[in-house]
Nanobody, 122 residues
Framework: QLQLAESGGGSVQVGDSLRLSCTAS????????MAWFRQAPGKEREFVAL????????LYADSVKGRFTTSRNNAENTVYLQMNALKTEATAVYYC???????????????WGRGTQVTVAS
């Protein structure tokens, strides 16, 4: 079964940038949608961004629009989340997920990575 592994998390300062990676082990079908979610301490998991596996179509949460960019490298089975101008509220565990719906709902994603911690200090 396909597995997802996130990497690239860490501790940064407000205004810094960070790039997360999510590498899939196994075949990713062209109809797949890859998404990023995050869960801050004491809060529910929320949608961040998504990208279709076979097209450049993307979707972003309003809270990150203009500062975060998701992209992919199909040859390397990897999806990226470039995060710029980070704010303290970006502190969370970031998860990569795979589904088949162009959706911001976590219910539409059946395969999840274990997450990577991002901490933004003021």
């Amino acid at each position: 079964q396909l597995q997802l592994a996130e990497s690239g998390g860490g501790s940064v300062q407000v205004g810094d940038s960070l790039r997360l990676s999510c590498t899939a082990s196994g075949r990713v079908y062209s109809s797949s949608v890859m998404a990023w979610f995050r869960q801050a301490p004491g809060k529910e998991r929320e949608f961040v961004a998504l990208i279709r596996w076979h097209s450049p179509s993307t979707l972003y949460a309003d809270s990150v629009k203009g500062r975060f960019t998701t992209s992919r490298n199909n040859a390397e089975n990897t999806v990226y989340l470039q995060m710029n101008a980070l704010k303290t509220e970006a502190t969370a565990v970031y998860y990569c997920a795979k589904g088949y719906q162009y959706s911001a709902s976590q219910r539409d994603y059946s395969i999840w990575g274990r997450g990577t911690q991002v901490t933004v200090a003021s």
